[in-house]
């Protein structure tokens, strides 16, 4: 009889415990809730092979006014180097420059490797992004380097100027 008991109530417990750890599940949504995961998924649906292979290469890479290379990069100076590398684009050295040789377009109607044009500092474009997805860019921050953010934050959103493809 004791068998019989403990056996039953092993069964019981081992019930109970797969019903509590079903309840708890968490839903799976489309996107990942954190920053960096949001970034993964935006930079595996990079269609160019090569701009993905360029963006994995100079992520972290530290910000460096005037540099050009691993050492240190502005964002102008990165918008340069990848147009250059994966689209054959010669750009102007400066954002502001840059911000004058694009099609300028509704910022919801942007597509990969579109510029985006920021002014932190006033009236003048001072900062410069490419457009990779759903929202998302990569550009040179002052703060934390190479590194993909999200173009609705309210911080880029108050500060965005325009953007588009570069013109012919």
Same mark, same amino acid.
């Given at each position: ?9 092993? @069964?019981?417990?081992?019930? /109970? ?8 599940? #968490? ?22 092979? =090569?701009? @993905? #292979? ?10 460096? /006014?005037? +540099?050009?290379?691993? #050492?240190?990069?502005?964002?102008? +100076?990165?918008? /340069? /180097?990848?147009?250059?590398? !994966?689209? +054959? ?10 911000? =004058? ?6 910022? =919801? ?37 190479? !590194? ?15 953007? +588009?493809?570069?013109?012919?």
């Amino acid at each position: 009889m004791y068998k019989l008991n403990f056996s039953r109530s092993l @069964y019981l417990i081992f019930a /109970l415990m797969l019903l509590i750890s079903s309840c708890g599940t #968490r839903r799976v949504s489309g996107y990942s809730e954190s920053k960096a995961a949001k970034a993964a998924d935006v930079l595996a649906e990079v269609k160019s092979k =090569a701009l @993905y #292979r360029f963006i994995i290469d100079w992520t972290g890479v530290r910000y460096k /006014l005037g +540099g050009l290379d691993k #050492r240190g990069i502005d964002c102008s +100076g990165f918008a /340069l /180097l990848l147009n250059k590398e !994966i689209y +054959g684009i010669d750009l102007p050295r400066r954002s502001v420059e840059q911000a =004058a040789v694009i099609k300028q377009k509704n910022t =919801a109607q942007l597509k990969e490797g579109d510029l985006v044009f920021f002014s932190f500092g006033g009236n003048t474009i001072d900062h410069v992004g490419v457009y990779l997805n759903h929202g998302f860019f990569v550009h040179a921050s002052t703060t934390r380097g190479v !590194i993909i953010d999200d173009l609705n934050l309210p911080a880029y959103q108050r500060v965005l100027i325009k953007g +588009g493809p570069i013109q012919n």
